[in-house]
């Protein structure tokens, strides 16, 4: 029976940027996938920068910007066309060293992940297989799979399972975890359509329809292709209302059939829900299945990459040893400590948001944005930090940006996957480092900028780019180096064949 580090169940984007990630910190790593190929019409529909620089680690950025609109931000109107709320986005480079956000087509990405990793050393990628059973041994978890393309029955072993295996996730049911319900279950129709000319007036924002009778929402994706969803009412039948002479009818305020083709339409029911528990022994859980948003922040595809960027390096140090025993039992503990509050408060926003949808405006809704000067409501993004888990102070669990060096070289092209120093010159002058860290300063870079966003003259980063905390001074910083871990990879380059 052949034996891995790590075993993902599911080749969705979670699952596949896992691999990368794994691969490229030298674990032995196995992907198990049901379907035979990537779905191959559009899902998710936006990222953000912190998602593209989690891209940048595993070499896709630059490719995957390229198939990508810019995204200037989304409002919310009422049933006259009124601005309730603006919700702008920031063109240009920010603080992550890429754009806010991105529109992007799903099966794109898809396409870019699973090329790059057929290439990745040590990842092996096996679709067509249907795990059926997992039993977690203790120290090992065995699989038993059908590669459905034989009709064989195998059986593997790993170190860990990690289930990126969707909102019906059976990693998740034998982890046996409930789910915490934040009230939000609704269908949607989902309407994908390819323009057949330019339509330059239906706007590059995303527009928040919030009529009463029919909320809706326009998103702007690459190229021609444009989408709506739009709220289906409880008398009315599923199968019906995603027929097309149905659906043009409802589109009919935007678009007509001699303007665009329908691509893909469907029904949804949008959840409000996160997994009560994330890891039982040497199973855990990321994606979509331990936790499921409503789209209306874009961030449903973002979560689970948050996901795996905050568990790759700690399987990595666990799987090769660094940390053992109680030690890795704590670290692998902060995984759902960390990542579970900065999901749920992602999923509660955009509860509330739909809320404004719905309720087409109340003030009672509009009562936490903040009043522009022309009346009309002004949303900022938010950025929560991790959890309780590593780190200590108020600036533990921040996620800092990526400073460029006098070159113009972004800091994570050099120190992947390391634990990094970021701290005015002066500061660090003299310090000593542990072995793997690495050091970046005012001198060399734009860190002060960064820091400011802090407040603070100094700071560790995790691999995943979060602080263990602010220092104003030596003693400070030195309290900081002395929780950092062991380097979870002995080399910086990442390997492909």
């Known amino acids: 029976m052949e034996h891995f580090d790590v075993a993902i169940v599911g080749y969705g984007p979670a699952g596949a940027t896992l691999a990368h990630l794994l691969g490229q910190c030298g674990l032995k790593t196995l992907v198990l996938e049901r379907e035979s190929a990537h779905y191959h019409l559009p899902r998710a529909v936006h990222f953000d920068a912190e998602v593209m620089r989690v891209f940048q680690w595993i070499g896709i950025a630059e490719a995957m910007e390229a198939k990508t609109h810019r995204h200037p931000g989304m409002r919310f109107v009422d049933p006259q066309d009124k601005l309730l709320l603006d919700w702008p986005r920031p063109q240009g480079e920010g603080p992550q060293g890429w754009r806010a956000n991105y529109r992007f087509h799903q099966p794109d990405l898809e396409e870019l992940l699973r090329h790059n990793l057929a290439r990745r050393k040590g990842v092996t990628v096996r679709s067509r297989c249907d795990v059926f059973h997992i039993e977690d041994k203790g120290d090992r978890v065995d699989l038993r799979f059908e590669d459905m393309s034989c009709g064989r029955i195998e059986r593997v072993s790993a170190q860990y399972v990690v289930g990126c295996d969707g909102a019906r996730s059976l990693v998740r049911r034998y982890i046996e975890s409930g789910m915490e319900d934040y009230g939000f279950h609704e269908r949607w129709l989902v309407v994908d359509v390819i323009l057949k000319t330019d339509k330059p007036e239906l706007g590059d924002h995303s527009i928040q329809y919030c009529r009463p009778e029919r909320p809706a929402t326009y998103v702007r994706t690459p190229g021609r292709r444009r989408r709506w969803e739009i709220t289906v009412r409880s008398e009315e039948d599923s199968a019906e209302i995603a027929k097309p002479e149905r659906v043009w009818e409802l589109l009919s305020d935007w678009i007509t059939p001699d303007e665009a083709d329908l691509e893909r339409t469907a029904v949804y029911v949008f959840h409000s829900l996160v997994a009560e528990d994330w890891r039982k022994g040497r199973l855990l859980l990321a994606g979509d299945a331990c936790h499921q948003t409503p789209p209306f922040m874009g961030q449903g595809m973002c979560a689970g990459t948050r996901d795996v960027a905050n568990l790759y390096w700690k399987l990595a140090l666990v799987c090769k040893g660094k940390v053992t025993g109680a030690d890795a039992e704590r670290l692998l503990d902060t995984y759902e400590s960390e990542r579970k509050p900065n999901a749920r408060e992602y999923i509660q926003t955009a509860v509330r948001l739909g809320g404004l949808i719905n309720t087409a405006g109340t003030e009672e809704a509009l009562r936490a944005a903040l009043p522009s000067s022309d009346g009309a409501a002004r949303m900022e993004s938010i950025a929560p930090p991790l959890g309780e888990g590593l780190g200590q102070g108020p600036l533990a669990g921040r996620l800092f940006g990526q400073p460029r060096f ?44 960064h820091l400011k966003r802090i407040g603070a003259r100094a700071t560790v980063l995790r691999p995943d780019r979060h602080t263990l905390g602010g220092a104003d001074t030596r003693e400070e910083l030195e309290a900081l180096l002395a929780l950092v871990l062991p380097n979870p990879i002995e080399t910086q380059q990442p390997e492909l064949v």
């Open 406 to 449: 006098n070159d113009g070289t972004l800091m994570d092209a050099l120190h992947p996957h390391q634990f990094v120093v970021v701290a005015e010159a002066d500061l660090a002058e003299g310090l000593a480092l542990p072995n793997g860290v690495a050091l970046v300063t005012s001198e060399t870079s734009n860190t002060a900028e």
